[in-house]
């Protein structure tokens, strides 16, 4: 239970680094927001107060997920339901947060008052960005056994597509719920994005059984798998997993962007469904074991969308190490911890009840 509140906090503590009120998100050098970071005292000595440093709509995002994931749903379409509730109510409390466009015009799209087709949203040509993907990490903690692959597919799609309807933006809330049920099953990390790879026909399959948008959706699918594949040859990661991944000799804060860039789809790390969670299993698999600092430098402090990779990479490093090694002004103060730790120790709850 300890790891589950951790992970809801520490993803609220990533996103609340990376974000800086607005001011790092936007800052497009992962070296300037190194040394803007010394100037403060340097990671070991910030306090994170929810007036200097509040969350985004990412950790509000997640929240408004796991808060429809702890309730008494009978069956996935009344969860769906409760899932639009709580979204619409979410996007009401982001003014002043400047949320990501894509999360406002998909949840402008929500019908909280249909029955029906509540949760059916159109296809968004605009919709492949890093909002599906930070807000599904405690789907994957709420279904993390492996007999619950198929309810953890189906409910990571249409968590993903009820705001981000394209399949690069859903592919990516399925990956981070993947990625949290993997580290729960205690699945070496190194194995984790060429498993993935091999559930995204299961992803194809339910979408096929939905029969919606499959026209748009086949046009795009594509885009996603091949940006892992190249991904993984780039890191050398094999079908058998045996390897160790193969990192650049240099690879300090300024080759990062440069790599970072270079995968994203417009120039800005992060900023799509594919990248942000590529870029937090990055930090994951080149961080030092457990070296919480390492993980930042890599995930929080880059030049690109480091509020959701480091929402991501938080989350993931909370269910594999618990709060060990994180200093505890990052956590002591944060905005909605109470909340935050409620929701961890609930959802530990829901998962280990047999629905």
Known sequence: MEKFKAALLLAGVGDSLGYLNFSWEICGSGVKIQEELKQLGGLENLVLSADK??????TRMHMAT?????????????????????????????????????????????????????????????????GAATKAMCIGMRYWQPDRLETLIEVSVECGRMTHNHPTGFLGSLCTALFTSYAIQG???????????????????????????????????????????????????AEDHENKPNFPDKYDAE???????????????????????????????????????????????????????????????GLLHGLNNVPKGLYREIELKERLEYLGEKLYQASTKEK
Not at 53 to 58: A, G, H, K, L, Q
């Open 187 to 237: 699945k070496p990390i190194v194995q984790w994005g060429r498993e993935m790879l091999k559930v995204v026909p299961m992803a194809e399959e339910y979408c096929k059984k939905t029969i919606r948008h499959m026209a748009e959706y086949q046009e795009h699918w594509f885009y996603y798998e091949a940006k892992w594949q190249f991904y993984l040859e780039e890191r050398e990661i």
């Open 53 to 58: 440093w509040p969350v985004s709509d990412n």
């Open 66 to 130: 796991a808060e429809a994931l702890i309730t008494d749903y009978w069956c996935l379409e009344d969860l769906y339901r409760e899932m639009v509730k709580q979204y619409v109510y979410a996007v009401d409390k982001l003014q002043g947060r400047r949320p990501d466009p894509a999360t406002i015009e998909g949840c402008s799209q929500l019908k909280p008052d249909n029955y029906l087709l509540a949760w059916h949203t159109p296809f968004n040509e605009k919709g492949s960005g890093f």
């Open 255 to 317: 080759e990062r962007d440069k790599v970072y860039k270079k995968w994203s789809s417009e120039g800005r790390g992060g900023r799509r469904g594919h990248d942000a969670p590529m870029i937090a299993y990055d930090a994951l698999l080149g961080a030092a074991a457990a070296d919480w600092k390492d993980l930042c430098s890599r995930a929080m402090f880059h030049g690109g969308e480091s509020g959701a990779t480091g929402t991501i990479a938080g989350c993931l490093y």
